[in-house]
């Protein structure tokens, strides 16, 4: 449809340009229809892409093969004592008179920093031919560039965080660009490419234009998939290892804390799903809050590395070697030197423990690397008898222990415990002490280990009567996954929460007797039967019928306890005369 006039190597080179441009936003498009889209679609049936592409291609082909027939073939046959002038020439000719159209005031405009929109000029050359309509025209062109440049002066890309001002900026420069576009057309109409530096300008802005507008909706899309990807992401679960701290830092600041498509209240809430142990513990008591997101962070943060208080390395006291080599008894001293916590080996200033680890040999709350120094010093303490205790502070005291056993006739009675492991909520297994009761008709649980395993509870309306007929009110039910130390042997058991189960069996602690040779070679449930500490659950007569099996070993004497063998190990059950009892007796008899 051209005339021969505008058939010109820079006006097939601007509709090439033009075409890409127009391709690029199709492929785009075609992106976002096959994310949304149904496959179904009459679009994805009549292949409306391919059939696209295609045409694309031949007009592609087209403009190029005109450029290359242009270059090749000279505008008119040469007269006689004229020159043919070569297609370098005459390319050089076109160029002469936009040098001369610049010289006559125009000056072209020069690129600029991305997005920094300043008008190069405030108007346009007259048409070639005078026309005032074309005047008309380019002046009011001129005005579409500049409420476009100011328009880009105003889309602060970088400060955008919702998905309403990123559509809100594209409408605006959609509807500018649109004005432009469609009088751009009628100006080529009237003049063609004739006038290189209007050309420019427009070309100018265009690639400015195009450039935001992919900007605008790389930032747009980005923030929707980590929208829409943020909830399925697999973050693991922080447990307050400080060896996993760092992975899981990156992983939730690159994914949630960056995100600013999510609310503050939103991330505190993701944060306390991907806490657990004792990690939950330190923002378990702030409710889901803006405000109190950051507090939340900030609490995990650490603004120093870790220390040893002994070598002064970057490591913790309790991965120390010098601190390993030690004696039982040396490591006592010297965690009371540096006014350590025996429990979590860390100085928190005389402020509550924290931490929910116990040791993993008694389950006492104390480190496992101070069990021996601490077992030792409860023993030799028992053993001794109070040279100063006075007649009515050892009546007291026999008082107050016939409460729980019977002294008259001096002995211990030792009930069955088992060391088991119990699955938490994450997966976890946590070594805790259980109560084998065959005349307890409910199994039962403490909320501190309730509160460690972290399963969710189901609502339980009774109450729990004991000796006495003492009521004691539960705190819900949960279900458990029981396993043996010894064995792969498993069972899952329903058990309802109370604050309090027993006080620490046995009564005291003390020496295991080595006249004991039934015992000998075995695997007890309880291999530290003889140690004074917290019960975690009581196993009724339920759980007793699956655990039980044939096997029972009786002592030399009667005041031996005998071994049953069960499931979990064998159980040890029986009175027994601990030799520290006899001290005691004479000692309040003086």
Known sequence: KDGSERRTIDNYKRKADMLEVYWREYQENHRKMCEFAELDHVYFKKGCFDTVEEVYSNIKEIIDKTIKQLLGVSPRRPEAGETKPSPDIRIKQQVSVSQRRLEAGATQPQPGPAFDV??????????????????????????????????????????????????????????RWREIDKLHWEIEGENGSEDINYQE????????????????????????????????????????????????KDLFSEAIDKN?????????????????????????????SSDNYKPNMSAYHVSQSI????????????????????????????????NFCQNCLCNHFKKPCISVKRCRKCLGKHNTLLHDALVDQSTTTSAKPNAKQTNSEATKENTFRSSHVSWDDRSEILLATAVVKVTGSDGTQHTMRALVDQGSQLSLINENAAQILGLKRAHFKGQIYGVGEKENSSKGMIEIAIQSTHSKFSFATNVIIINNLIKRLPNNTFTKPSSWDHIQGINLADPEFNVSRPVDLLLGADVYSKIMLGGILRGDKDEQPIAQQTQLGWLLVGSMKPYYHCNVVLNNTE
Not at 221 to 246: C, L
């Open 260 to 288: 600013p498509s999510i609310s503050n209240a939103q991330k505190m809430q993701f944060l306390k799903s991907k806490v657990a142990g004792e990690a939950e513990r330190l923002i378990h008591h702030l409710q889901i």
């Open 201 to 248: 300008l427009f070309c100018e802005h265009e690639e400015t234009y195009i450039e935001l507008t992919e900007t605008i909706n790389t930032k747009m899309w980005s923030v929707k998939h980590r929208e829409r990807s943020a909830p399925q992401m697999d973050i693991p679960v922080f447990h307050g290892t400080y060896d996993h701290w760092v992975s899981f």
């Open 118 to 175: 300043t008008p190069q000029r405030d108007d346009f050359l007259p048409s070639a031919g005078g026309s005032n309509k074309l005047d008309e025209m380019m002046k009011k062109q001129n005005l579409n560039f500049k409420a476009l440049m100011r328009t880009m002066s105003k889309t602060q890309v970088n400060k955008f965080e919702n998905q309403w001002q990123f559509e809100n900026a594209l409408r605006s420069l959609d509807s």
């Open 307 to 338: 220390t040893c208080a002994l070598c002064n390395t970057e490591h913790a006291l309790w991965r120390c070697p010098t601190f390993l080599e030690m004696t039982p008894l040396q490591k006592s001293k010297k965690i009371e030197q540096l």
